[in-house]
C-alpha cells in the first residue's frame, strides 16, 4: 500500500470523526476546509513568491472567513475578485479595503453603487480592457465626483506566430493599444489609472507533470518557459513606456501554479492566488509545488447495489471549464473508489466500485475533492472548518449570505 494511500485512509478516519464529533447530525454534501492544510499551503505559497505580496483570489475560496484567514497571514495582502458586487459585498462586510476585481463589469447597479459610495470607490479597482467600460461606467453615473480607480487587463498570451496559446481575455497585447487606452484614462475625468494585470493562464492554470502523459507534460513545460520568457521581455517594455505617463501602483499577474516564474518578473508587484490554498483536483500535477488538499465534500451511502458496488447520494458537482473527465468530482477517501464509466456523478445518486466499495455500509460517509477550487462553496451554504479531528467552527458560504455572484 502506497504512502498516499495511507494518507488518505487516515485522513477518512480523521474526517470522519470530526463529523461524529459534531454536536448536529450534518446533512450532506458536507464541506470541510482542513485548517492545517489550508495554513501549510498558505505558508508555501508565501515562500515561493519570495517576499512579493500574493493577493487572494477570491474566486478560488467564495467564503468570507477563509477569506480573511489568508489575508492574516504572512505575505498576503488585498483581494482580487471575479464581480464588482462581490467585491462591493466583501467591502461591506469588512472583510478588505483593498479589492481588485479582476474582470471587465458591465453591471449598471453594482457600477452604481460604487459610485455611490466614496468608500467603496476608494477601495476597489475596477478591471477596463476598452473605451466601451469607461463609457458605461459614465452612462451610470450623473456626477464625477467620486473618482473610479481603473486597472488595464494586458493579455499574457504566448504568441507563436499568428497562433495566440492562453486565455481568450483582453483584446490588448500590442504597445501602441495599450498606451493608448492608458492615457484615455489619464485623460478622462473621474477615473484614475492605478494598476496593471497580466494573468499568464497558459502557465498558472495547466498541469505540467501529469502521470502518464509524459510527452505532452515535456511540451506543456516547454511552452510555459516559452511563454515566460515573452512575457518578461513585453513587461519590461510596457512597465517603461508606462512609467513615463503614470506612477502604477501594482503590476498584478500569475497564479497558484507559476507564483515562483511570475515573482521572477521585476516588473510584477504582487502575484494572485487562491486554488493553491485549497489545492483541487485539477492541481495535482503541477512540477512547482506538492498539494496538499484542504476541501472536501463528503457524501453518506444510500445504497448497495451490489456486492462490489456503493452509491452515495448526490455527487454531480461538475466543474466549469472544456468538458472532460478531469471535471468530475475524485472519489478520495477512502483510497481506491472509482466513479463508474456509464454513471459518472449524478445529481442525486454517484455509484462508486474500487476494493473499498465492498466494506462500505449504508450510511458511511465517502469522501471527494472538487475539480476546481471555490466551485465547490457554490452548492453548500456552510463551510465546516476541521483541525485535528475536530470541526472548530462552521461558516457561511456566498450562497450562505444568500449571495449568487
Not at 179 to 194: D, K, S, W
Not at 203 to 208: K, L, N, Q, T
Not at 236 to 246: G, N, S, T, Y
Request: hydrophobic share 45%; proline share 6%.
Amino acid at each position: 500500500m502506497t504512502a498516499d494511500f495511507i494518507a488518505r485512509n487516515r485522513l477518512t478516519a480523521r474526517l470522519n470523526a470530526a463529523v461524529a464529533g459534531h454536536r448536529d447530525p450534518l446533512s450532506t454534501p458536507i464541506a470541510i476546509v482542513d485548517l492545517d492544510a489550508f495554513d501549510a499551503n498558505a505558508a508555501d505559497l508565501a515562500r515561493r513568491a519570495g517576499g512579493k505580496p500574493i493577493r487572494v483570489a477570491s474566486k478560488s475560496l467564495r467564503v468570507p472567513a477563509l477569506i480573511e484567514r489568508a489575508l492574516a497571514l504572512p505575505g498576503f495582502h488585498g483581494v482580487l475578485a471575479y464581480t464588482l458586487r462581490e467585491a462591493l459585498v466583501l467591502h461591506d462586510l469588512g472583510v478588505t479595503d483593498d479589492v481588485v476585481v479582476a474582470y471587465p463589469t458591465v453591471d449598471r447597479g453594482a457600477i452604481a453603487d460604487l459610485v455611490a459610495s466614496p468608500s467603496s470607490a476608494a477601495a476597489i479597482t475596477v478591471m477596463i480592457d476598452d473605451r466601451a467600460h469607461l463609457e458605461l461606467i459614465d452612462s451610470v453615473r450623473t456626477s464625477k465626483a467620486v473618482q473610479v480607480r481603473v486597472a488595464l487587463d494586458i493579455d499574457a498570451g504566448l504568441r507563436l506566430g499568428s497562433q495566440h496559446v492562453g486565455p481568450k481575455r483582453s483584446p490588448l497585447h500590442d504597445k501602441a493599444p495599450i498606451l493608448e487606452l492608458a492615457r484615455a484614462v489619464q485623460a478622462r475625468e473621474g477615473f484614475r489609472l492605478v494598476g496593471v494585470m497580466t494573468y499568464e493562464g497558459q502557465v498558472a492554470g495547466v498541469p505540467d507533470d501529469v502521470p502518464g502523459q509524459r510527452a505532452k507534460s515535456l511540451v506543456v513545460r516547454r511552452l510555459k518557459r516559452a511563454s515566460m520568457a515573452q512575457l518578461e521581455e513585453r513587461r519590461r517594455v510596457l512597465a517603461q513606456e508606462l512609467r513615463q505617463l503614470v506612477d502604477l501602483e501594482f503590476w498584478n499577474g500569475g497564479g497558484s501554479g507559476s507564483v515562483e516564474a511570475t515573482a521572477a518578473d521585476a516588473a510584477v508587484t504582487e502575484i494572485a492566488a487562491g486554488s493553491g490554498l485549497l489545492v483541487p483536483g485539477l492541481f495535482d500535477h503541477y512540477q512547482s509545488f506538492t498539494p496538499r488538499p484542504a476541501a472536501f465534500f463528503g457524501l453518506r451511502v444510500s445504497r448497495k447495489p451490489a456486492p462490489g458496488l456503493a452509491t452515495v447520494h448526490g455527487g454531480g458537482l461538475i466543474a466549469s471549464g472544456p468538458v472532460g473527465d478531469d471535471r468530475a468530482p475524485i472519489p478520495w477517501a477512502p483510497a481506491g473508489l472509482h466513479l463508474t464509466g456509464l454513471e459518472g456523478a449524478g445529481e442525486v445518486q454517484t455509484p462508486l466500485t474500487g476494493h473499498p466499495a465492498a466494506s462500505l455500509q449504508i450510511g458511511d460517509l465517502v469522501w471527494f475533492r472538487h475539480a476546481k477550487s471555490g466551485e465547490l462553496f457554490e452548492h453548500v451554504n456552510t463551510a465546516h472548518l476541521v483541525s485535528g479531528s475536530d470541526i472548530v467552527t462552521s461558516v457561511p458560504t456566498y450562497r450562505g449570505l444568500g449571495h449568487a455572484f
